[in-house]
C-alpha cells in the first residue's frame, strides 16, 4: 500500500504533464487530483491500521560504491505514517482547490495550456515530499529534499513571464544549494562516522559511541549534525537562509501554499528524522534553538510590517518554524506523541488554509496582494472569512504556554517555555515575544483582509464575484481536518501529567499572545488610523523592517554584485589575457604572418603541416631522451 | 572475436577512409550520403562495443580482451580493457551517432566535416583502449589533429589562430610527455602497461637545482604527465582555449570536445598515475585537488556572467569537469567511483545542452544570449528537454549528476574536508550560471519579432534529445550500470596507491 501511495502522485504527474493533449485540460487536472485524492485515502487507512512496528519496504538497488550501498526503501513507522497523512491529505486538498483557481491565470493568454503544466508540477512536488518523509538512509534525505527544492524552483518560475518570479526561482536554488552543501557534507560526515548511510547503522553507532572521532578538532557527530543544520535552515526558512520564502510567493496560490506549508516543514522533518544524532550533540542542538528563536522573533517582526499579504504570510511561515526548530533543538521532538509530532502537522495545516483563504481573497481583489486596498471582504466571502478567522484562532494558540483563547491544550505549550526557561530564561522571554508578534501578525492580516472598511476601488469592490465552490469546499474539508485534529491532540495531552512550573511562567506567554491580539483588535478594528500615525512616527524602524533589515540588499552588496565583478574578472583579464596571452600572441603572429602567402582555403593545410612538424618534433625529442646513456 | 577491440577501434577509421577515397563531389546526395555513412559506421561501432559489454567480467579488475601484436620498429600494438576504459568506451560510442545526427543540417563541406569526426571516433577509443605507451602516446596526442583541422577549416576567421593555440597550449605537456614515457621505457625496458604496472620505479628522494623532491623520479614523472593532461582536461591555468574553441567550431565537433576529448586527461590520470607512480601521485594529488577546486570556482565564476551560450557552456562543463579530477585525487573509491561516474554523465549532459544550444544556432544562428528569450511557449519540448539537461548537469537526484556528484563529494570529504565544501558553493554558482542562462533563452515575455515563428525540435532533433535524455533518467535510476562495472577496477587502482600512501593523520 505504501508503494502505491509513493507512486500514485507520479503517475498523476505523468499523466498530466505528458498525456494532457490527448486526455485533455480538464483531464489532465482530475487526472492528477484523482490519484492524489486516491494516494490521501490510502494513507489514512495505512495511518489508522498501523501497528507501531517500524518496517521496511525495498523498492530498488541504489548507489553503490565499495562500503556505501544504500537502496531505496520506504521507511514506515509512526514518523513517516503520520508524514504521509498530512503531506498527502493536503497536497489533494491544493489539488482540488488548484482546480478552481487555475481557471484563470493573468501570466497566461487564454486558450494557452498551462494548466497541465501546474498539475504536473504539484504532484510531482508532492512525489518529491513523500520520498523525503518516507526515506530510510540519508541519500533518500537527499534525495527527497533535493528532487522538492527542483519542484519549488519550478513551480516558483511557473508564471516565467514575470521577471519577479524568475529572479525569485534562482534566489531559491542557490540558497537551497547552500543547504545542499550541508546536506551533502553532512551526509558524508556521517559516512564517515558509521561507514553507511542507513538511518539503522547511524542510529545504533550514535546511541552507543559516545567517542565520536575528532575531526578538524570537534567531534564528527557535531559536525554532521551542524551540516544537517544548515540544509535544514535552508529548506525551512531559519534565518539567515530565509529571505527565499517571502519572493517564492511570485508562484500562484496553491503552489505558494503548499511551499510555506510543507516545503518549509522539510527541514524540520529532516532534523526530526536525525533526532538521535542530535539529542548527542549539544553544540548542535543549541544551534537548532538560536537558530529558531531568532527566526521565531525577527520574521515575526518582518510579518507584522509586510503590506503584500503573501510575502506577510511567507515571513508568519518563517517565524512560526522558528518555534519547531526550538523544539526540537530543546530535544522534544524524541516521539510522535511529542510536541513535534504536534506542532508539525499543525502547522502544515495552518500555513496551507491561511494561504487559501487568502488566495481566495487576492482572487476576489482581482489578483491584488497589497493589503492596505483590501478590507470588508467578509460581506462578500463570508465562508471565506470564517475560514479565516478558525485558522488565526488556532495560529493563536499555536505554540503557547497556557490554552490561548481555550484552543490548543496547555500540557504541549507549557512544556516547551518551560524547558526553554529552564535551558536559557532569555529564551523564554524571546519565546513570549515572538509569540506576541506572530499573533499580532496573523490577526493583522486577517482584520486587514475581511473585516473593517474595504480600501479598494468600489468598483473592484462591487465586481467581486462567488468564490468557485470547488476552492470553498476544499478549504472548508481542511479546516473540518484542522479541528479534529485540535479535539483529538486537547484529549491526547489533557491525558499527560502537567509538569510543576511557577504560576507566572505559564500566564506570561498567555499575557503575551492575549496582549497582542488586543493590539491587533484595536490597531485593525476600533481605530485603523492609529497604525498610520505610529509608522509616520517610527519611520525609519518600520522601513527596516518591512524590508527584513536590508538582508537581501546586503547580500546583493556583499556577495552577488562582488560575484559578477570577479566573474568579469576572470573571463575578460584572466582568460582573455593573462592566461592565454603566450599562445594567443604568438599564434597570431604565426598565421598573420603566413596568410599573404596562404589561401585561406588551404588552412587545413597548414594545420596539417603544423601538427607533422609538432610530432616530428617530438620524435625527434623522443629518440634523444632514448638513445641517450647517462652513464 | 579476439580482436573485437581493434574492430572496435578502426570501423569509425574505415568509414573515413572509404568516404575520402569513393565519395566525390559537394552536392546535396554526396552530403547527404557523407552522412548517412557516418552515422552507419558509428552506430556499428556502438553495436559492436555493446558486445564488448556482454562479455565483460566486471568482477575481474584486471585488463580483459587484451590483443598484442608486433608492429615495425620494435613497437608493439596492445589494447586491453578494463572497468574504468570500458566506461569511457561506451560513452563515446553511444555519444558518436548522436553527435553526428545532431551535425545533420551542417551543410558547409560535409565531407571533410564527418571525415574529421570518424578520425576523431578512433583516436578516442584507441586512447582509451590502449595499453602500451606509444600506442597510447599516438592516439592521445593524435586526437588533436583532427580537432585543429575542424578549427582550422571550420572555425571562422580567426579558426587558425585558436588551432594554433590549441596546439601551443598542448605543446609543452606533450613534450613532456614524451620525455617522461622515454624516461619510463628506458627504465622498465618495456612500453607495456600491464607490466609498468607491476615494475617499481624509483622514488628516492632527489635534489633537483637545490630543492628536495619527495617521491624522486616518480613525482617528476608524474608531473610531466599532468601537464599535459592538465591542459587537456583543463585544470586551471590552462583551460582558456577552451571557451575559445567551442564558441567557434560547430555544435558537433563542440560536443566531441566536451563530451569525449577532455576525458583524456581524467583517464590519463587514472591510468597512469595511480597504478604506475603510486608514489608520485600520492606528492602530487594534494596540489591537483586544490586545482581541481580553484578551476571549479573560478570557471563557475567565469559562466556567471558570459553573453555566449557556447562560452558559458564551456566554463560551466571545465567546472563539472573539475569535479573529476578532485575525485581522482581524493584517492578512495567513492571518490574514484564518482569521478568516473562524472565523466559519463559530464559527457552526456554537455553533449546534450551543447545539443540545445546548437538546436538555438540551427534557428537564429546566434549564440548570443540577447538574441532568445521566451520561447518556452514556442518550444516547449525543447524548454522540458533542456531544463532536465541542466539538472542533470547540477545533481538533481534521479538524474545521472547525482549519483556522481554525491560519490565524489562523499569522496572529497574524507579526504579533504574543506575541498569539498568548496567545491559544493563552486557547483552553487554554477547552478546559478546554468539556470539564469536558462531564464534569459528560454524564459520571460516572448517579444522578439524572429522568434514568434521558431519552430520547436523536428523529428531527427527530438531523437537525439530522447536518447540522452533516456540515458540520464536510466544512469540516474541504475547507477550501478557504471559504479558495479569500475568498481573492481577501481579496487586494482587503488591497491597501489594505498601502499605507498604515508601513515597520515587525516580522518580515522
Known amino acids: 500500500m505504501e508503494t502505491i501511495i509513493l507512486f500514485a502522485p507520479l503517475l498523476g504527474a505523468l499523466l498530466a504533464g505528458l498525456t494532457w493533449r490527448v486526455i485533455t485540460d480538464a483531464g489532465a487536472q482530475w487526472a492528477a487530483t484523482g490519484l492524489m485524492i486516491f494516494a490521501a485515502l ?94 530510510d538512509n540519508m541519500l533518500q534525505l537527499v534525495l527527497g529534499l533535493n528532487v522538492s527544492a527542483a519542484m519549488v524552483y519550478l513551480l516558483i518560475a511557473f508564471r516565467h513571464h514575470y521577471k519577479s518570479a524568475n529572479a525569485a526561482a534562482i534566489k531559491s536554488v542557490v540558497i537551497m544549494g547552500l543547504g545542499n552543501v550541508g546536506l551533502f557534507l553532512g551526509a558524508a560526515g556521517l559516512f564517515i562516522l558509521t561507514d553507511s548511510l542507513a538511518f539503522d547503522d547511524i542510529f545504533e553507532t550514535v546511541s552507543d559511541g559516545t567517542s565520536a572521532p575528532l575531526f578538524a578538532g570537534l567531534s564528527l557527530i557535531e559536525v554532521s549534525a551542524t551540516l544537517v543544520l544548515v540544509s535544514a535552515m ?30 518549509v516543514m522539510s527541514g524540520a ?140 491544550a496547555p500540557a504541549t505549550g507549557q512544556r516547551l517555555y518551560s524547558m526553554a526557561f529552564a535551558s536559557q530564561p532569555v529564551l523564554f522571554w524571546i519565546l513570549c515575544f515572538a509569540a506576541g508578534f506572530g499573533v499580532f501578525a496573523i490577526w493583522r492580516i486577517v482584520f486587514l483582509s475581511v473585516f473593517g472598511a474595504s480600501r479598494a476601488r468600489q468598483d473592484v469592490f462591487d465586481a467581486v464575484g462567488k468564490t468557485p465552490l470547488i476552492m470553498v469546499v476544499a478549504v472548508t474539508v481542511m479546516g473540518v481536518m484542522l479541528l479534529s485534529f485540535v479535539v483529538w491532540k486537547v484529549n491526547a495531552f489533557a491525558a ?89 600572441a604568438l599564434s597570431t603572429r604565426l598565421v598573420v604572418t603566413y596568410s599573404d602567402i596562404i589561401d ?32 | ?232 582536461l583543463p585544470l586551471w591555468p590552462m583551460h582558456a582555449w577552451v571557451q575559445e574553441t567551442y564558441a567557434r567550431v560547430p555544435t558537433g565537433a563542440a560536443m566531441v570536445m566536451a563530451a569525449l576529448f577532455v576525458k583524456i586527461g581524467a583517464y590519463g590520470a587514472l591510468r597512469f598515475l595511480y597504478p604506475i607512480l603510486p608514489e608520485g601521485t600520492v606528492v602530487l594529488a594534494p596540489i591537483l585537488v586544490w586545482l581541481s577546486v580553484i578551476t571549479l570556482i573560478y570557471a563557475a565564476t567565469a559562466a556567471l556572467v558570459q553573453t555566449n551560450l557556447m562560452r558559458l557552456l564551456a566554463y560551466a562543463g571545465v567546472a563539472h569537469m573539475a569535479l573529476v579530477t578532485l575525485g581522482i585525487f581524493s584517492a578512495n573509491q567513492q571518490g574514484i567511483d564518482g569521478a568516473i561516474f562524472q565523466m559519463v554523465s559530464h559527457g552526456v549532459v554537455i553533449s546534450a545542452l551543447m545539443m540545445s544550444v546548437g538546436v538555438l544556432y540551427d534557428r537564429a544562428n546566434s549564440h548570443d544570449v540577447k538574441a532568445f528569450g521566451g520561447i518556452a511557449t514556442r518550444m516547449p519540448v ?58 534569459r533563452v528560454v524564459f520571460g515575455p516572448l517579444i522578439k519579432q524572429n522568434l514568434k515563428s521558431i519552430s520547436d525540435l523536428d523529428r531527427r532533433e527530438k531523437a537525439v534529445f530522447a536518447a540522452l535524455l533516456v540515458m540520464i533518467l536510466y544512469l540516474g535510476l541504475f547507477p550501478g550500470l557504471v559504479t558495479d562495472v569500475t568498481g573492481a577496477s577501481v579496487e586494482a587502482v587503488l591497491a597501489g596507491y594505498e601502499q605507498a600512501e604515508p601513515t597520515t593523520d587525516e580522518v580515522q
Open chain 1, 496 to 584: 499527560l501529567p502537567g509538569s510543576s512550573t511557577p504560576g507566572w511562567m505559564s500566564v506570561a506567554p498567555l499575557i503575551a499572545t492575549g496582549l497582542s491580539f488586543l493590539v491587533a483588535v484595536w490597531f485593525y478594528l476600533l481605530q485603523p488610523g492609529l497604525p498610520k500615525t505610529l509608522k509616520a512616527s517610527l519611520s525609519g524602524l518600520h522601513l527596516a523592517l518591512q524590508n527584513g533589515f536590508y538582508f537581501d540588499a546586503l547580500c546583493n552588496r556583499i556577495l552577488t554584485a562582488p560575484l559578477r565583478t570577479l566573474g568579469e574578472a576572470f573571463s575578460e583579464t584572466g582568460d582573455g589575457r593573462v592566461f592565454s596571452a603566450p599562445f594567443s
Open chain 1, 42 to 135: 490510502l494513507s489514512w487507512a495505512l495511518w489508522a491500521n498501523f501497528d507501531g512496528d517500524m518496517r521496511q519496504v525495498y523498492l530498488l538497488d541504489w548507489v553503490r560504491s565499495g562500503t556505501l550501498d544504500a537502496a531505496l526503501a520506504v521507511r514506515l513507522d509512526a514518523t513517516s505514517a503520520l508524514m504521509m497523512v498530512i503531506v498527502t491529505s493536503i497536497s489533494a486538498l491544493a489539488h482540488l482547490y488548484a482546480i478552481g483557481f487555475m481557471e484563470r491565470d493573468k501570466a497566461f493568454d487564454e486558450g494557452l495550456s498551462f494548466r497541465p503544466r501546474f498539475f504536473a508540477y504539484l504532484s510531482l512536488f508532492t512525489f518529491a515530499m513523500l520520498l523525503l518523509v518516507t526515506a
Open chain 2, 1 to 232: 572475436m579476439d580482436n573485437l577491440l581493434s574492430i572496435t577501434i578502426f570501423i569509425p577509421a574505415i568509414a573515413a577512409a572509404i568516404l575520402g577515397t569513393f565519395l566525390s563531389g559537394d552536392d546535396a546526395e554526396a552530403r547527404g550520403n557523407a552522412k548517412w555513412v557516418a552515422f552507419i559506421a558509428t552506430s556499428m561501432t556502438f553495436i559492436v562495443s555493446l558486445f564488448i559489454v556482454f562479455e565483460f567480467d566486471p568482477g575481474d579488475g584486471g585488463f580483459q580482451y587484451v590483443e598484442e601484436k608486433d608492429w615495425p620498429l620494435g613497437l608493439t600494438y596492445k589494447v586491453g580493457v578494463d572497468g574504468i576504459s570500458l566506461a569511457l568506451v561506451m560513452l563515446t560510442t553511444f555519444l558518436m551517432p548522436l553527435v553526428i545526427a545532431a551535425s545533420w543540417k551542417h551543410e558547409d563541406r560535409t565531407k571533410g566535416f564527418v571525415i574529421a569526426l570518424l578520425c576523431l571516433e578512433t583516436m578516442l577509443l584507441g586512447t582509451f583502449l590502449a595499453l602500451d605507451l606509444v600506442v597510447f602516446f599516438v592516439f592521445a596526442e593524435g586526437a588533436l589533429i583532427p580537432l585543429m583541422v575542424v578549427l582550422g577549416i571550420w572555425g571562422g576567421d580567426n579558426g587558425r589562430v585558436s588551432a594554433l593555440r590549441l596546439m601551443f597550449t598542448a605543446l609543452p605537456g606533450a613534450s613532456l610527455l614524451v620525455v617522461a614515457m622515454a624516461a619510463m621505457a628506458f627504465d622498465a625496458q618495456t612500453t607495456d602497461i600491464e607490466a609498468l604496472i607491476t615494475h617499481q620505479f624509483n622514488a628516492e628522494p632527489l635534489s633537483l637545482l637545490g630543492v628536495e623532491v619527495s617521491g624522486g623520479a616518480q613525482t617528476l614523472m608524474a608531473l610531466a604527465f599532468m601537464l599535459s593532461f592538465a591542459s587537456k
Open chain 1, 600 to 631: 585561406r582555403r588551404f588552412g587545413g593545410v597548414l594545420l596539417s603541416a603544423g601538427a607533422l612538424v609538432f610530432f616530428g618534433l617530438l620524435a625527434v625529442i623522443s629518440w634523444t631522451v632514448i638513445s641517450w646513456d647517462p652513464a
Open chain 1, 269 to 408: 522533518f529532516v532534523i526530526w528524522r536525525l533526532s538521535p544524532l542530535f539529542a548527542i550533540a549539544p553544540g548542535a542542538s543549541g544551534l537548532t534553538v538560536g537558530v529558531g528563536a531568532a527566526t521565531a522573533l525577527l520574521a515575526a517582526l518582518f510579518a507584522c510590517t509586510q503590506t503584500d499579504v503573501k510575502r506577510a504570510m511567507a515571513y508568519f511561515a518563517s517565524a512560526q518554524m522558528g518555534f519547531v526548530f526550538v523544539s526540537l533543538g530543546l530535544g522534544l521532538g524524541q516521539d510522535t506523541g511529542d510536541i513535534v509530532g504536534m506542532q508539525l502537522p499543525l502547522f502544515a495545516v495552518v500555513q496551507v488554509m491561511l494561504a487559501l483563504c487568502l488566495g481566495a481573497v487576492m482572487r476576489a481583489m482581482d489578483d491584488n496582494r497589497d493589503l492596505r486596498t483590501f478590507g470588508g471582504l467578509r460581506q462578500k466571502l463570508p465562508a471565506v472569512a470564517l475560514l479565516m478567522v478558525l485558522v488565526a484562532l488556532v495560529a493563536t494558540g499555536f505554540g503557547v504556554s497556557q490554552a490561548a483563547l481555550g484552543v490548543i
Open chain 2, 382 to 439: 525543447f524548454a522540458f528537454g533542456t531544463m532536465m539537461f541542466i539538472f542533470a548537469g547540477l545533481g538533481v537526484p534521479g538524474t545521472s549528476g547525482f549519483a556522481a556528484l554525491f560519490l565524489t563529494i562523499v569522496g572529497a570529504f574524507q579526504a579533504y574536508a574543506l575541498a569539498a565544501v568548496l567545491a559544493m558553493l563552486g557547483m552553487v554558482i554554477s547552478a546559478a550560471a546554468l539556470l539564469s542562462m536558462y531564464k
Open chain 1, 234 to 263: 535552508a529548506a525551512s526558512a531559519q534565518i539567515v537562509l530565509h529571505s527565499w520564502l517571502p519572493d517564492a510567493m511570485e508562484t500562484p496560490t496553491p503552489a505558494s501554499a503548499l511551499i510555506a506549508g510543507i516545503f
